[in-house]
């Protein structure tokens, strides 16, 4: 796969199937995918949850085949959330998820984002270093929906300090 193959864009209505199958067959993938619940209601409107309450959410393509996703969530006006980030099985270990990230990160800068925090269960190896070698700071580990949950948070470059 070539840089030029991958189409990094902004969500769009028609790619509401495509997001929902590669978020529970990613999530199946890696053994954290339950039943159907209300935590996933937000991949049912992302354009609201996502992009119209401040945030971002982004798709990478590869020719016709959605490869991976991630959504920004804003928390505050200080901070925003990365979230629902997966890559299909298929494309993983290419460097999408890093692509996805910094993507993230570009656009929460552009927002006006000063941190950015987010989660991956334990069992999520991959994730921990992909977030890790990004400069994420491990926080806190908590139970949450049942799986060991690691959270981090990154201080974004090129946002002021105003203390």
């Known amino acids: 796969m070539s840089q030029d193959e991958l189409i990094v ?3 769009e209505s028609g790619d509401s199937d495509g997001v929902w199958h ?3 067959s990613a999530s199946q993938h890696v053994g954290v995918c339950g039943p159907e619940g209300t935590w996933e209601d937000d991949l049912r409107n992302v354009g609201a949850v996502y992009i119209g309450s401040g945030g971002d959410f982004v798709v990478a393509h590869i020719g016709p085949q959605l490869a991976a996703m ?3 969530k804003r928390v505050d006006d200080d901070v925003a959330e990365v979230k629902r980030m997966r890559v299909d099985p298929d494309f993983q270990r290419r460097g999408l998820g890093r692509r996805v990230l910094r993507e993230l990160e570009s656009r929460a800068v552009a927002l006006g984002f000063k ?6 269960t334990t069992i999520q190896a991959g994730a921990q270093r992909l977030y890790e070698t990004a400069g994420y700071v491990r926080r806190k580990e908590r139970t949450l929906h049942g799986y060991a949950v690691i959270f981090y948070e990154k201080r974004l470059i090129g946002q002021d300090d105003p203390t």
């Open 9 to 11: 864009r902004r969500f």
């Open 70 to 72: 991630g959504g920004l």
């Open 115 to 120: 941190w950015i925090m987010l989660d991956t």
């Open 22 to 24: 590669l978020h529970r």
